[in-house]
């Protein structure tokens, strides 16, 4: 390694003794005639020539060298090529012929400290700037000289540094000199492990360009930039190209259409509390704790293995904002150590093989050059990536049970094992209904749940919305939440979505404590989003573009919007096209479609643009780049709110009755034409029907009983396939599937009826929830939804409910449960045959299954808690990790069932056959087991305290490790 020390020996000699600075304001010709330097001058006039570019900045970085690090960024040289110029001056002078190995070392050492440099110029604290003073660079630059010198490097090792240089000796060896500087003046561990993790991940891109500008002079490497170097180098700036134009900008992109002034999420945001989940989703016990930190904790561990993160939150915690905010994050306090990427879940179009497959596909990817017919990305050992998956809730993929989502996520946690990236995902719990079980399984996870602000955070933010609108604003909005009932105060004015509305309207003189004087729970939610569209629609009303147009009045302006929603709803994507959206207004005698026709006979851009005009609100906004032509809500939540209030107006149409009250204006046609209109996309979320039912109760017109039974009707007929076998001519699916084809929406005819039959049910089963959920004297029987029909009935069909189950799975195994599963409380199942059927976490609370036969079904992770399931036969179901308790189990038949971990606490399982039951781990405390039969069971480790045992068989059950009741003996 002579080349080393020889190359930082000149560097400290003999290169100090040339007049660098004569020469940069003089040039050469000007000190040739001064005697021994001139003559030296003059010798080495050629190879001052080659650093001609750096002459006014060679001084200062020979005086860096002398220097502690800091200097590096503050100097702001372009260190890597004045240093490999004197490498090509010094190689020249010696005559030296440098082996492969020792030009590797110095032009590693070069860009190791390049990389040095660029991490240094990072955002740092003052204590830190001052810890990193008292290191200096030749100090550093000897001892990694040491280091190397007493570990001579292979070519094979040499080799690696140049194709993965994290993972090689080389990077070890600078790595171990770099971490113990930091260790002596003593930096913080995890930020000392950090920095050096920066600094050695930024060598490469560096290492390569040093290698293009050694180019020929340095001929042992030239090899090396022939074979691949170039298409490196383009690599990493394709990267930085990345980082500049999409992750850079994504916190000061403007929050919906704040312009005077202007706000943007980096002048509201408040990092948020998140509470640690275990793998069921149960909190682990552990306090909040901040969400950068929890998530910088992952990417700083030393382990091995790092975790998948993986957030969950309800809609408008402010999941997508943390992604934006933490991607800059990343780039800025992680850079070179992990490069974020920022993928939206509901433009993931195709599931492939596996991710890496999936990803290069993405659309959200498809511009991007690093990745764009790179099929190896991921798989380059020099560059760790953050792959940010935002929405996992919004991945809808035909075809696919659960709608790809257990699929997907099987591929996210495979790729993480396997893999040096790091991945987190985000998205709302409820779309884990159907897959929890996965999620248990999964041990590579870390799960955490956004929690709501607490009064600190909230003052945060207020304190920023201060700066931007006055002290008096602030404290007026402050008097006006404490004014506010406790839902509104305590709880809704915790969300940053809803706390940003509500501060939004209270600017505008739009609210008064008043409005919120009744409403509890998702009820005043809804006001806040009824006045917000109020006061949007008004400010559109006053907009003189919307009034020459022709559209002034509020509730034709409404009708856009509501039908843009259920155009986005449909699309299964964040987006809807703007075809569609006129699609909906031909033939109708709103003034819209009257503008959209004298539209068409100019052009069709004139034509966009006047929806264009209607749309662009406070809650859309017209897509973008590829996206031209749609129309796009800003926050989910929007879309869905507005789509029930479709809804609501529909569900009001379908019952109202013509001027004598004796027919529904709607005939059965129109009502079953509307139905497959719009319900036949791919299912109601919980989310839709919450903020549906909840209008309903406010309406003057809303009729339940006549309601219930125009669907119930339906419901049976679908249930014969009348709809999807009647001729052409007379075809609902049909004419739907059609509809949705012109508009380029994905969805076949099957696909159309099931899901219009499905959402029918869901409809029912929901008027059934709520009728079951009132007081007796409240309670209509006309209300009370058999999907198998009466048992006394003449439509009772003890099989119905299992035929549609397998119908709706033609499309994918776990559709029915993926669309229905969450819906499905106090549903009424009694005697119906479900043998070997998949219900695995479907919420079936409070339901009544008596009778019923589910041998061999698969219930793991469902929940049955407050269930009736007396009688019922559940022999060899798969009831591991369900939730029983309260359950009433008496004289159930649960021969072979696999009850592991299951939660049976409280449960009847009185005279219930349990024998061969498999409930290890189960949670058996205070259940009445009295008269039960659980010969042979496994009851190892079971929790059995407070349970009841009077008259059980236990003969042969295996009782290790499990807790029995006090007193207990066998």
Same mark, same amino acid.
């Given at each position: 390694?002579?080349?080393?020390?020889?190359?930082?020996?000149?560097?400290?000699?003999?290169?100090?003794?040339?007049?660098?600075?004569?020469?940069?304001?003089?040039?050469?010709?000007?000190?040739?005639? !001064?005697?021994?330097?001139?003559?030296?001058?003059?010798?080495?006039?050629?190879?001052?020539?080659?650093?001609?570019?750096?002459?006014?900045?060679?001084?200062?970085?020979?005086?860096?060298?002398?220097?502690?690090?800091?200097?590096?960024?503050?100097?702001?040289?372009?260190?890597?090529?004045?240093?490999?110029?004197?490498?090509?001056?010094?190689?020249? #002078?010696?005559?030296?012929?440098?082996?492969?190995?020792?030009?590797? $070392?110095?032009?590693?050492?070069?860009?190791?400290? *390049?990389?040095?440099?660029?991490?240094?110029?990072?955002?740092?604290?003052?204590?830190?700037?001052?810890?990193?003073?008292?290191?200096?660079?030749?100090?550093?630059?000897?001892?990694?000289?040491?280091?190397?010198?007493? *570990?001579?490097?292979?070519?094979?090792?040499?080799?690696?540094?140049?194709?993965?240089?994290?993972?090689?000796?080389?990077?070890?060896?600078?790595?171990?000199?770099?971490?113990? *500087?930091?260790?002596?003046?003593?930096?913080?561990? !995890?930020?000392?492990?950090?920095?050096?993790?920066?600094? @050695?991940?930024?060598?490469?891109?560096?290492?390569?360009?040093?290698?293009?500008?050694?180019?020929?002079?340095?001929?042992?490497?030239?090899?090396?930039?022939?074979?691949?170097?170039?298409?490196?180098?383009?690599?990493?700036?394709?990267?930085?190209?990345?980082?500049?134009?999409?992750?850079?900008?994504?916190?000061?992109?403007?929050?919906?259409?704040?312009?005077?002034?202007?706000? !943007?999420?980096?002048?509201?945001?408040?990092?948020?509390?998140?509470?640690?989940?275990?793998?069921?989703?149960?909190?682990?016990?552990?306090?909040?704790?901040?969400?950068?930190?929890?998530?910088?904790?992952?990417?700083?561990?030393?382990?091995?293995?790092?975790?998948?993160?993986?957030?969950?939150?309800?809609?408008?915690?402010?999941?997508?904002?943390? @992604?934006?905010?933490?991607?800059?994050?990343?780039?800025?306090?992680?850079?070179?150590?992990?490069?974020?990427?920022?993928?939206?879940?509901?433009?993931?179009?195709?599931?492939?093989?596996?991710?890496?497959?999936?990803?290069?596909?993405?659309?959200?990817?498809?511009?991007?050059?690093?990745?764009?017919?790179?099929?190896?990305?991921?798989?380059?050992?020099?560059?760790?990536?953050?792959?940010?998956?935002?929405?996992?809730?919004?991945?809808?993929?035909?075809?696919?049970?659960?709608?790809?989502?257990?699929?997907?996520?099987?591929? $996210?946690?495979?790729?993480?094992?396997?893999?040096?990236?790091?991945?987190?995902?985000?998205?709302?719990?409820?779309?884990?209904?159907?897959?929890?079980?996965?999620?248990?399984?999964?041990?590579?996870?870390?799960?955490?749940?956004?929690?709501?602000?607490?009064?600190?955070?909230?003052?945060?933010?207020?304190?920023?919305?201060?700066?931007?609108?006055?002290?008096?604003?602030?404290?007026?909005?402050?008097?006006?939440?404490?004014? @506010?009932?406790?839902?509104?105060?305590?709880?809704?004015?915790?969300?940053?979505?809803?706390?940003?509305?509500?501060?939004?309207?209270?600017?505008?003189?739009?609210?008064?404590?008043?409005?919120?004087?009744?409403?509890?729970?998702?009820?005043?939610?809804?006001?806040?989003?009824?006045?917000?569209?109020?006061?949007?629609?008004?400010?559109?009303?006053?907009?003189?573009?919307?009034?020459?147009?022709?559209?002034?009045?509020?509730?034709?302006?409404?009708?856009?919007?509501?039908?843009?929603?259920?155009?986005? $709803?449909?699309?299964?994507?964040?987006?809807?096209?703007?075809?569609?959206?006129?699609?909906?207004?031909?033939?109708?005698?709103?003034?819209?479609?009257?503008?959209?026709? *004298?539209?068409?006979?100019? !052009?069709?851009?004139?034509?966009?643009?006047?929806?264009?005009?209607?749309?662009?609100?406070?809650?859309?906004?017209?897509?973008?780049?590829?996206?031209?032509?749609?129309?796009?809500?800003?926050?989910?939540?929007?879309?869905?709110?507005?789509?029930?209030?479709?809804?609501?107006?529909?569900?009001?149409?379908?019952?109202?009755?013509?001027?004598?009250?004796?027919?529904?204006?709607?005939?059965?046609?129109?009502?079953?034409?509307?139905?497959?209109? #719009?319900?036949?996309?791919?299912?109601?979320?919980?989310?839709?029907?919450?903020?549906?039912?909840?209008?309903?109760?406010?309406?003057?017109?809303?009729?339940?009983?006549?309601?219930?039974?125009?669907?119930?009707?339906?419901?049976?007929?679908?249930?014969?396939?009348?709809?999807?076998?009647?001729?052409?001519?007379?075809?609902?699916?049909?004419?739907?599937?059609?509809?949705?084809?012109? $508009?380029?929406?994905?969805?076949?005819?099957?696909?159309?009826?099931?899901?219009?039959?499905?959402?029918?049910?869901?409809?029912?089963?929901?008027?059934?929830?709520?009728?079951?959920?009132?007081?007796?004297?409240?309670? @209509?029987?006309?209300?009370?939804?058999?999907?198998?029909?009466?048992?006394?009935?003449?439509?009772?069909?003890?099989?119905?409910?299992?035929?549609?189950?397998?119908?709706?799975?033609?499309?994918?195994?776990?559709?029915?449960?993926?669309?229905?599963?969450?819906?499905?409380?106090?549903?009424?199942?009694?005697?119906?045959?479900?043998?070997?059927?998949?219900?695995?976490?479907?919420?079936?609370?409070?339901?009544?299954?008596?009778?019923?036969?589910?041998?061999?079904?698969?219930?793991?992770?469902?929940?049955?808690?407050?269930?009736?399931?007396?009688?019922?036969?559940?022999?060899?179901?798969?009831?591991?990790?369900?939730?029983?308790?309260?359950?009433?189990?008496?004289?159930?038949?649960?021969?072979?069932?696999?009850?592991?971990?299951?939660?049976?606490?409280?449960?009847?399982?009185?005279?219930?056959?349990?024998?061969?039951?498999?409930?290890?781990?189960?949670?058996?405390?205070?259940?009445?087991?009295?008269?039960?039969?659980?010969?042979?069971?496994?009851?190892?480790?079971?929790?059995?305290?407070?349970?009841?045992?009077?008259?059980?068989?236990?003969?042969?059950?295996?009782?290790?490790?499990?807790?029995?009741?006090?007193?207990?003996?066998?």
């Amino acid at each position: 390694m002579g080349l080393l020390q020889g190359f930082w020996n000149f560097l400290s000699t003999d290169v100090r003794d040339f007049p660098w600075g004569e020469v940069a304001q003089q040039g050469i010709e000007a000190v040739k005639t !001064t005697s021994e330097v001139g003559k030296a001058i003059k010798e080495q006039a050629p190879h001052i020539k080659q650093l001609k570019p750096h002459l006014k900045q060679i001084e200062p970085f020979l005086e860096t060298i002398n220097s502690p690090i800091t200097q590096l960024a503050v100097s702001g040289l372009p260190f890597l090529s004045i240093g490999i110029s004197f490498v090509k001056i010094y190689l020249s #002078l010696s005559k030296e012929e440098p082996s492969f190995e020792s030009s590797v $070392v110095l032009v590693s050492q070069l860009a190791y400290l *390049q990389s040095l440099e660029e991490v240094i110029k990072g955002n740092h604290d003052e204590e830190t700037q001052k810890k990193l003073e008292k290191i200096w660079l030749q100090k550093l630059v000897k001892r990694q000289l040491n280091k190397i010198t007493a *570990q001579e490097l292979s070519q094979s090792e040499a080799k690696a540094a140049t194709s993965r240089f994290p993972e090689s000796s080389l990077a070890q060896q600078f790595n171990s000199v770099l971490q113990e *500087q930091l260790d002596q003046i003593e930096l913080d561990s !995890t930020l000392s492990q950090r920095f050096v993790n920066q600094v @050695c991940w930024g060598t490469h891109q560096f290492l390569h360009q040093a290698i293009a500008e050694a180019g020929d002079e340095v001929s042992v490497l030239a090899d090396v930039y022939r074979t691949g170097g170039k298409a490196i180098q383009d690599r990493y700036d394709s990267i930085n190209t990345y980082l500049q134009e999409h992750i850079q900008p994504l916190p000061h992109e403007q929050v919906f259409d704040e312009t005077e002034p202007r706000i !943007t999420f980096l002048d509201l945001y408040v990092s948020l509390d998140v509470q640690p989940l275990d793998q069921s989703g149960d909190p682990t016990g552990q306090q909040p704790i901040n969400i950068h930190k929890w998530a910088k904790n992952i990417l700083d561990s030393n382990d091995e293995q790092r975790k998948l993160m993986f957030i969950e939150g309800e809609a408008g915690r402010g999941k997508s904002v943390f @992604c934006r905010m933490f991607a800059d994050l990343v780039r800025q306090d992680y850079q070179f150590s992990f490069v974020p990427i920022l993928i939206r879940l509901r433009r993931l179009q195709v599931l492939k093989n596996n991710l890496t497959e999936t990803l290069e596909d993405s659309p959200e990817l498809e511009q991007v050059r690093f990745i764009r017919g790179n099929n190896a990305w991921l798989a380059d050992p020099n560059t760790r990536f953050l792959i940010i998956l935002d929405g996992f809730d919004e991945l809808l993929l035909e075809g696919r049970d659960s709608g790809g989502l257990k699929e997907f996520l099987q591929q $996210v946690a495979a790729f993480q094992n396997e893999s040096n990236h790091q991945c987190l995902i985000t998205g709302r719990p409820l779309a884990l209904q159907g897959i929890a079980q996965l999620i248990t399984q999964t041990k590579n996870l870390q799960r955490v749940k956004i929690q709501p602000m607490n009064d600190h955070l909230r003052s945060d933010w207020l304190g920023k919305w201060r700066r931007k609108f006055g002290n008096q604003e602030v404290t007026e909005f402050e008097n006006f939440l404490a004014a @506010c009932p406790e839902e509104i105060h305590n709880n809704l004015a915790r969300e940053p979505l809803v706390l940003y509305l509500l501060a939004r309207l209270h600017r505008e003189g739009r609210l008064q404590s008043a409005m919120f004087a009744k409403a509890e729970g998702i009820a005043a939610k809804l006001c806040i989003y009824r006045e917000s569209i109020k006061w949007v629609l008004e400010k559109q009303r006053d907009d003189e573009n919307i009034r020459l147009a022709g559209v002034e009045d509020l509730e034709d302006l409404h009708d856009v919007l509501k039908e843009a929603a259920l155009c986005v $709803v449909q699309s299964g994507n964040e987006t809807a096209k703007l075809s569609m959206v006129k699609q909906r207004f031909k033939n109708t005698s709103n003034p819209v479609a009257e503008i959209l026709k *004298q539209a068409e006979d100019t !052009t069709k851009t004139s034509e966009d643009k006047v929806l264009n005009n209607l749309l662009t609100t406070f809650y859309i906004k017209p897509g973008e780049g590829d996206k031209r032509g749609s129309v796009e809500f800003a926050h989910k939540s929007f879309g869905e709110f507005l789509f029930a209030e479709r809804l609501q107006s529909a569900i009001e149409d379908w019952t109202r009755l013509d001027h004598r009250g004796r027919r529904f204006v709607l005939d059965d046609r129109q009502f079953h034409e509307q139905l497959y209109d #719009l319900l036949g996309y791919g299912g109601l979320s919980v989310e839709i029907v919450d903020y549906l039912m909840e209008l309903l109760k406010t309406s003057n017109q809303y009729q339940p009983i006549p309601l219930f039974q125009r669907l119930h009707e339906f419901y049976l007929n679908w249930c014969e396939g009348e709809f999807i076998d009647s001729s052409p001519a007379e075809n609902l699916p049909q004419k739907k599937f059609l509809q949705l084809q012109s $508009v380029n929406i994905n969805s076949g005819l099957r696909q159309v009826d099931v899901f219009t039959g499905l959402n029918v049910l869901i409809l029912l089963l929901r008027l059934h929830s709520d009728n079951q959920q009132k007081p007796k004297s409240e309670a @209509c029987d006309e209300l009370i939804f058999y999907p198998c029909g009466k048992r006394e009935s003449t439509d009772f069909k003890t099989h119905r409910f299992l035929q549609i189950l397998q119908y709706s799975d033609c499309l994918g195994p776990g559709t029915f449960t993926r669309l229905i599963g969450s819906h499905s409380r106090y549903a009424n199942l009694s005697d119906t045959y479900l043998s070997g059927t998949y219900l695995s976490n479907a919420n079936l609370s409070s339901a009544n299954l008596d009778g019923a036969n589910l041998d061999g079904a698969y219930l793991d992770g469902t929940n049955l808690s407050g269930a009736n399931l007396s009688g019922a036969y559940f022999d060899g179901a798969y009831l591991d990790g369900a939730n029983l308790s309260n359950a009433n189990l008496s004289n159930a038949y649960l021969s072979g069932a696999y009850l592991d971990v299951a939660n049976l606490s409280g449960a009847n399982l009185s005279g219930a056959n349990l024998s061969g039951a498999n409930l290890s781990g189960a949670n058996l405390s205070g259940a009445n087991l009295s008269g039960a039969y659980l010969s042979g069971a496994y009851l190892d480790g079971a929790n059995l305290s407070g349970a009841y045992l009077d008259g059980a068989n236990l003969s042969g059950a295996n009782l290790s490790g499990a807790i029995m009741p006090q007193g207990f003996t066998s």
